[in-house]
């Protein structure tokens, strides 16, 4: 069965800073991977995702996410954080076997300080 | 191009009252899913219906169910309305069934209930 587990449910980063958020998965097989942001108020945005393809994967608004098979890992990153960054970020997994349903982590919300 | 459209965005209703919730998904897109948010238990998916038809289910009681038209439109409903039931619902929409492309989400119906 395909899981997702999210270490931290909130970060906190300075604006220019590093943001890092972590995701590990569970799955059977080789899975698809997303990144999905939400704002208040809002439903979800794809940011990125990794469907066997190039191990690292390119996202909108700077993000990106590198996939590591024997680490189980999927964690995004953004060299410099701005203060539109400030979200809940949401790591997710499909499975073919699953019906390509999409597994969501916990969550993780980031605050900006400026 | 339009993007998922869910109504109504919010309503309340009290315990043992049951509420239908709608969704169009993006023009052409013949998957619909459901996904029930709420703090306690993050995001879950509820049911994927494609061709008018359910193609995966989640592990919700069978108060919870759903159905889709021949022009893909959506409708989910909850019957006698239990306080556990406010949530976010969260509808998404995809080409089709089968392929791991990206979910586009609508802005979610919240559901209160008193």
Known sequence: ?114 | KAGVTQTPRYLIKTRGQQVTLSCSPISGHRSVSWYQQTPGQGLQFLFEYFSETQRNKGNFPGRFSGRQFSNSRSEMNVSTLELGDSALYLCASRLNSGNTGELFFGEGSRLTVL
């Open chain 1, 1 to 114: 069965a395909q899981s997702v587990t999210q270490l931290g449910s909130h970060v906190s980063v300075s604006e220019g800073a590093l943001v890092l958020l972590r995701c590990n998965y569970s799955s059977s097989v080789p899975p698809y991977l997303f990144w999905y942001v939400q704002y208040p108020n809002q439903g979800l945005q794809l940011l990125l995702k990794y469907t066997s393809a190039a191990t690292l994967v390119k996202g909108i608004n700077g993000f990106e996410a590198e996939f590591k098979k024997s680490e189980t890992s999927f964690h995004l990153t953004k060299p410099s954080a701005h203060m539109s960054d400030a979200a809940e970020y949401f790591c997710a997994v499909s499975e073919i076997a699953a019906g390509n349903k999409l597994t969501f982590g916990g969550g993780t919300r980031v605050l900006v300080k400026p």
